[in-house]
């Protein structure tokens, strides 16, 4: 009986288009109620879901702004070390990437004569990333590749093959709700992917500078940021130089030479150049003559490892 009386409460709590319900033929009342009561709960959940998807669709939006900001500052930190484009590649997704740094110490002593050098020199790196997730949208089955995507523009106007993704997400807002909502959870974690991949190439392009600050500790000087300009043909003194004279780029004695020999290009005279540095730029990081012997080695700094044995060696030459 309570239960009847609830079902029957008088028609002000429900909304007007269901106290308008006809009681359909051979309804007894209960049964007219508990009809009343789903269309009611049915209406309430509608007007629930629709709310649910409506906080789903901004939450997203704000999540996507956020990711969008993040990746192009990460690009327009990565995009000037590509020199390689996607478009210059037999798939069409990959780019190459180059960096210059301070790769390798080398340590070497060749006579007790000379003292014991610790050097290094730039080099360059090169690195091959996929661009995949920047140049194309997922597979067909998508929502996302049913919407052409706007291109990136170059500094002279002309359509790279790189998607812009702010405009593709200012061009999602026409979408009806019903779409944007499966819409932009696929935008979402295409763009995550995006992040992913950008953050993997920002994080190889930084390491260089990370080895930069390391070896400026662990010698305690300064060092130039490697460039390219630090790499190419490095002649030592103009003219003919004598074999008791060291190198002013690598440090050694001339007689160790190894009699390479090259026409000076400013007096057009004989000079010598040092086989360890062809084609480099040495920076002295340090030396020590209180060591006998000869000796050479060489430590990765891209290696772990082999930052900690260098700062061992350090620790002891100058102990």
């Not at 026409?174 to 995006?194: A, T």
């Not at 008791?244 to 005279?269: A, D, P, T």
């Not at 010598?272 to 012997?293: A, H, Q, T, W, Y």
């Given at each position: 009986f309570i239960r009847f009386l609830i079902l029957t409460t008088s028609t002000k709590l429900f909304p007007q288009s269901i106290s308008d319900m006809q009681k359909s033929k051979g309804d007894t009342e209960y049964e007219h109620a508990l009809k009343r009561r789903k269309l009611l709960v049915s209406e309430l959940e509608g007007k629930q879901n629709a709310s649910r998807v409506e906080t789903s669709i901004e939450s997203n939006m704000r999540a996507i702004r956020a990711i969008l900001t993040t990746n192009k500052e990460i690009w327009d930190r990565c995009k000037g070390s590509m020199t390689v484009q996607p478009s210059e590649t037999d798939t069409g997704k990959c780019a190459v990437f180059t960096c210059y740094e301070y790769r390798f110490v080398q340590v070497f002593r060749d006579t007790d004569d000379e003292p014991l050098k610790?050097?290094?020199?730039?080099?360059?790196?090169?690195?091959?990333?996929?661009?995949?997730?920047?140049?194309?949208?997922?597979?067909?089955?998508c929502l996302l590749s049913r919407v052409s995507p706007p291109f990136l523009k170059d500094d002279s106007d002309k359509e790279t093959v790189f998607i812009d993704y702010e405009k593709f997400f200012e061009n999602s807002s026409i979408l009806h709700e019903s779409v944007m909502g499966p819409f932009l959870v696929e935008l979402k974690s295409h763009l995550e992917g995006v992040q992913v991949c950008l953050g993997e190439i920002d994080s190889w392009l930084v390491y260089p500078h990370d080895t930069l600050r390391f070896l400026e500790n662990l010698f305690e000087i300064t060092l130039e940021?490697?460039?390219?300009?630090?790499?190419?043909?490095?002649?030592?003194?103009?003219?003919?130089?004598?074999?008791?004279?060291?190198?002013?780029?690598c440090g050694r004695v001339y007689r160790h030479h190894k009699n390479l020999s090259i026409l000076c290009s400013i007096l057009g005279e004989e000079k010598f150049k040092c086989r360890k540095c062809k084609n480099d730029e040495m920076v002295v990081l340090g030396s020590i003559d209180s060591l006998p012997g000869k000796f050479e080695t060489e430590f990765d700094m891209t290696d772990d490892l082999h930052r900690r044995r260098l700062q061992k060696f350090v620790a002891f030459i100058n102990a």
């Amino acid at each position: 009986f309570i239960r009847f009386l609830i079902l029957t409460t008088s028609t002000k709590l429900f909304p007007q288009s269901i106290s308008d319900m006809q009681k359909s033929k051979g309804d007894t009342e209960y049964e007219h109620a508990l009809k009343r009561r789903k269309l009611l709960v049915s209406e309430l959940e509608g007007k629930q879901n629709a709310s649910r998807v409506e906080t789903s669709i901004e939450s997203n939006m704000r999540a996507i702004r956020a990711i969008l900001t993040t990746n192009k500052e990460i690009w327009d930190r990565c995009k000037g070390s590509m020199t390689v484009q996607p478009s210059e590649t037999d798939t069409g997704k990959c780019a190459v990437f180059t960096c210059y740094e301070y790769r390798f110490v080398q340590v070497f002593r060749d006579t007790d004569d000379e003292p014991l050098k610790v050097t290094t020199k730039t080099v360059c790196s090169k690195k091959t990333f996929d661009l995949s997730l920047l140049v194309g949208l997922s597979d067909e089955s998508c929502l996302l590749s049913r919407v052409s995507p706007p291109f990136l523009k170059d500094d002279s106007d002309k359509e790279t093959v790189f998607i812009d993704y702010e405009k593709f997400f200012e061009n999602s807002s026409i979408l009806h709700e019903s779409v944007m909502g499966p819409f932009l959870v696929e935008l979402k974690s295409h763009l995550e992917g995006v992040q992913v991949c950008l953050g993997e190439i920002d994080s190889w392009l930084v390491y260089p500078h990370d080895t930069l600050r390391f070896l400026e500790n662990l010698f305690e000087i300064t060092l130039e940021t490697p460039a390219s300009e630090h790499i190419g043909v490095k002649y030592c003194n103009c003219g003919i130089n004598n074999n008791s004279l060291r190198c002013s780029h690598c440090g050694r004695v001339y007689r160790h030479h190894k009699n390479l020999s090259i026409l000076c290009s400013i007096l057009g005279e004989e000079k010598f150049k040092c086989r360890k540095c062809k084609n480099d730029e040495m920076v002295v990081l340090g030396s020590i003559d209180s060591l006998p012997g000869k000796f050479e080695t060489e430590f990765d700094m891209t290696d772990d490892l082999h930052r900690r044995r260098l700062q061992k060696f350090v620790a002891f030459i100058n102990a």
